[in-house]
């Protein structure tokens, strides 16, 4: 299964909406659908599982949600430790994959 | 907490060896399938292989099929990667990561902080 994020890079202010995209190229079954934050320097970390179930410990200005093919995570109000790169993964099928990322940067 | 710590990567010629270890803390290793996942300078995130709880299912990338063996010594809470005959396009940051369940067909939820491996001649 491919995924394509959208867009490739946010330019964004703290405080500000943020919405990406994941579109994949066949249906993801039961929703099983991650998102992954990653700073420069640091493995990626779970955000969002199941396509809308927040990871522990991650705050709720981050939420997940869509079905089938196309996926958003949406982040509430950009704080300033919120500026990384994020990738969404599915785990329906084998081999797991990875979208290309998105990058959210400071405008 | 989960710890999840990488070591054996380094610069290597193409076509040799070189054999990673992750080693693990904090939960009961034994009840959870891990995996590698790569990531190349500057670029995404690619799922290298995975092993069950038990070590009885393994799978694998078909960019590393044949090449990669993943194993795990459940009493020495370790896991391993062999990669053999390695190639330029084989260079990256190695990670770890700790399937949600024992299986392996859920998402990676604790992740080591990688190890980079970098193959030129």
């Known amino acids: 299964i491919v995924l394509t994020q959208s867009p490739g890079t946010l330019s964004l202010s703290p405080g500000e909406r943020a919405t990406l995209s994941c579109r994949a190229s066949?249906?993801?079954?039961?929703?099983?659908l991650a998102w992954y934050q990653q700073k420069p320097g640091q493995a990626p970390r779970l955000l969002i599982y199941?396509?809308?179930s927040r990871a522990t410990g991650i705050p709720d200005r981050f939420s997940g949600s869509g079905s089938g093919t196309d996926f958003t995570l949406t982040i509430s109000r950009l704080e300033p430790e919120d500026f990384a790169v994020y990738y969404c993964?599915?785990?329906?099928?084998?081999?797991?994959?990875f979208g290309q990322g998105t990058k959210v940067d400071i405008k | 907490q989960v710890q999840l710590v990488e070591s054996g990567g380094g610069v290597v010629q193409p076509g040799r060896s070189l054999r990673l270890s992750c080693a693990a803390s904090?939960?009961?290793?034994?009840?959870?399938?891990m995996h590698w996942v790569r990531q190349a300078p500057g670029k995404g995130l690619e799922w290298v292989a995975l092993?069950?709880?038990?070590?009885?299912?393994?799978d694998y990338a078909d960019s590393v099929k044949g090449r990669f063996t993943i194993s795990r010594d459940n009493s020495k809470k370790k896991l391993y990667l062999q990669m053999n005959s390695l190639r330029a396009e084989d260079t990256a940051v190695y990670y770890c990561?700790?399937?949600?369940w024992g299986s392996g067909y859920y998402y990676f939820d604790d992740w080591g902080q990688g190890t980079l491996v970098t193959v030129s001649s």
């Open positions: 066949q249906s993801v079954s039961s929703n099983y």
């Open positions: 199941g396509a809308s």
């Open positions: 092993i069950s709880y038990d070590g009885s299912n393994k």
């Open positions: 993964q599915q785990y329906t099928s084998s081999p797991k994959t």
């Open positions: 990561a700790k399937d949600r």
């Open positions: 904090g939960f009961t290793f034994s009840t959870y399938a």
